[in-house]
T-cell receptor
Framework: AQTVTQSQPEMSVQEAETVTLSCTYD???????LFWYKQPPSRQMILVIRQEAYKQQNATENRFSVNFQKAAKSFSLKISDSQLGDAAMYFC????????????FGKGTHLIIQP | EPEVTQTPSHQVTQMGQEVILRCVPI?????FYWYRQILGQKVEFLVSFYNNEISEKSEIFDDQFSVERPDGSNFTLKIRSTKLEDSAMYFCASSHLWTSGSYEQYFGPGTRLTVT
């Protein structure tokens, strides 16, 4: 079974600084996708960024970027120029390539932004 | 921008009662999902639905749960006889196939279910 591990229950960063959230996963599949979701206090799940396993290039979305290390099964999220609105729970998620497959989530990292 | 909607936002029910949680997926999406998040825990997959039938389901999705697409827009989750441990946030999601091959799932705002 696939598992997703987020080893940092909580992280804190100063506003405008950079922070990296860690995620590792375990799978025997070759075709899969990785995602980071943000969950603010409203508890809405918001897609932040995705990475296709077949792509070597790391995904980037504005201030958010990932470091995808396929051999190490590592998928970290870097947030640059942290803003107060980035404060939230961040969940790493995995799924295989089929449309019917559900996401497997990690336990999440609570990100605190210090003003 | 299209979004997934869910009703009600909060449902309180007594143990043993039946509840129906409703979702309206994004209109051109083909796959629909239900997830559960017990307070303070991770989000867990319950079931996926495609072409008017269940595609995949987890161990959590036992006989007390059922899903239905009663018309062209709604997607529902029914819990037949609620238990205290069913208290959780229930998220609906939908997806379609992107050119990358990825099925990105977009989540609704959730329904908080409280069983007393």
């Amino acid at each position: 079974a696939q598992t997703v591990t987020q080893s940092q229950p909580e992280m804190s960063v100063q506003e405008a600084e950079t922070v990296t959230l860690s995620c590792t996963y375990d799978t025997s599949e070759s075709d899969y996708y990785l995602f980071w979701y943000k969950q603010p206090p409203s508890r809405q799940m918001i897609l932040v960024i995705r990475q296709e396993a077949y792509k070597q290039q790391n995904a980037t979305e504005n201030r958010f970027s990932v470091n995808f290390q396929k051999a190490a099964k590592s998928f970290s999220l870097k947030i640059s120029d942290s803003q107060l609105g980035d404060a939230a729970m961040y969940f790493c998620a995995y799924r295989t390539g089929g449309g019917a497959d559900g996401l497997t989530f990690g336990k999440g990292t609570h990100l605190i932004i210090q003003p | 921008e299209p979004e997934v909607t869910q009703t009600p936002s909060h449902q309180v029910t007594q143990m043993g009662q039946e509840v129906i949680l409703r979702c309206v997926p994004i209109s051109n999406h083909l796959y629909f999902y239900w997830y559960r998040q017990i307070l303070g825990q991770k989000v867990e997959f319950l079931v996926s639905f495609y072409n008017n039938e269940i595609s995949e389901k987890s161990e959590i999705f036992d006989d007390q749960f059922s899903v239905e697409r009663p018309d062209g827009s709604n997607f529902t989750l029914k819990i037949r006889s609620t238990k205290l441990e069913d208290s959780a946030m229930y998220f609906c999601a939908s997806s379609h196939l992107w050119t990358s091959g990825s099925y990105e799932q977009y989540f609704g705002p959730g329904t908080r279910l409280t069983v007393t």
